[in-house]
Every structure is written in structure tokens, then in C-alpha cells.
């Protein structure tokens, strides 16, 4: 089973932005090459598929395309290979923001 983190600014002190906005998740991601932007994320399963509406940062991992969502201020993402632990610790203080089980 995959753990699920959320990238967040909300044990921060209060003197600085808590909100990691969209905006700034746009221009932040637009710098990585192996970053792209989508507004659906579509899960096939055997019998059926399933649409997410969202903002959805996709980082390409060999064939792989693992999800960063951005929700209500803050950024979330399952991890499903260990290569997404060093990536989302870079990005969490790239973006001053702390890191969150759950």
C-alpha cells in the first residue's frame, strides 16, 4: 500500500505565506523538465476507468506518470516508488514547506 504525503506550509510561523498557491506551483514546476500540468488525472483499472478533475503536476518516472496534486493550498503525493522521497523532500524545501504523513 502507498503512503500519501502532503506538502505544506501550515506549521510555518505565521510571519510568511502559509498557502503554496497554484500560481506558484505553475511557475515552480515549469522548471523542471520532467514536470508537466494537467487538469484530469485518469486511473484505468481492468474493468473501469476513473477521471480526477484537479491540478495535477506529473512527474515522469521511467513509463511511469506519479501524480503531485495541488489541493487547497498545499501539494500531495503517494509514494509508490522510493525515488519519489528524495524528489519530494527537494521540492518541499525548494518551496520552504514542510513534509506531512497522511
Known amino acids: 500500500m502507498n503512503q500519501r504525503f502532503r506538502i505544506t506550509r501550515s506549521m510555518q510561523p505565521n510571519d510568511g ?11 515552480y514546476f515549469s522548471s523542471k523538465a520532467d514536470f508537466t500540468y494537467q487538469t484530469v488525472l485518469t486511473v484505468k483499472g481492468k474493468e473501469s476507468t476513473m477521471s480526477i478533475d484537479g491540478d495535477f503536476f ?4 521511467g513509463e511511469a506518470l506519479i501524480p503531485f ?4 493550498g498545499d501539494l500531495y503525493v503517494a509514494v509508490s516508488h522510493q525515488e519519489i522521497v528524495p524528489l519530494m523532500m527537494e521540492i518541499a524545501s525548494d518551496l520552504r514547506a514542510d513534509i506531512v504523513e497522511g
Open 58 to 61: 506529473m512527474w515522469k518516472h
Open 17 to 27: 505565506v502559509q498557502e503554496i498557491s497554484l500560481n506558484e506551483c505553475q511557475v
Open 69 to 72: 496534486r495541488h489541493y487547497m
